[in-house]
């Protein structure tokens, strides 16, 4: 029906544990970022958009179910993220590649940019 595939184009959410969504939102990946990235390659990418969502006789990969091209997507990208998380307590692979391994790792990045955030928050605030 209608409605089924407008929710399949827009509730990515369905696809993602609430866990997983509140542990980035409390690392400051907000749902609203996640909205726009995956609503853009729902609607700009025909691989996510209308070849995943035809039938199964028609689409791009028949061997998944119509829209599991664009579920996989989202779950891989939600795990990704998940993964390149870093905090002072956990800085993760990738910001401790930066250092060399005897170094100490160097955590003032982390509140240097959350000052940042938050005085972009300041700007972008209409009073």
């Known amino acids: 029906s209608e409605e089924d595939l ?9 696809y993602v544990d609430p866990a997983d969504l509140q542990f ?10 996640l ?7 729902r ?3 025909d691989t996510f958009a209308s070849m995943d969502q035809a039938m199964r006789t028609e689409t791009i990969n028949p061997e998944k179910e119509s829209g599991g091209m664009f579920k996989e997507l989202v779950q891989t990208y939600i795990e990704t993220l998940k993964e390149c998380v870093a905090t002072p307590e956990n ?3 990738i910001y401790q590649s930066i250092h060399f391994p005897s170094e100490p790792i160097d955590t003032e990045d982390f509140d240097r940019e959350r000052q940042r955030q ?7 605030e209409v009073p």
């Open 6 to 14: 407008l929710d399949s184009l827009n509730n990515w959410q369905q």
């Open 43 to 45: 609607y700009h990418n």
């Open 24 to 33: 980035l939102a409390e690392h400051d990946i907000s749902i609203e970022a």
């Open 118 to 124: 938050e005085d972009l928050r300041k700007r972008r």
């Open 91 to 93: 800085p993760g692979p």
């Open 35 to 41: 909205n726009e990235t995956f609503r853009a390659i």
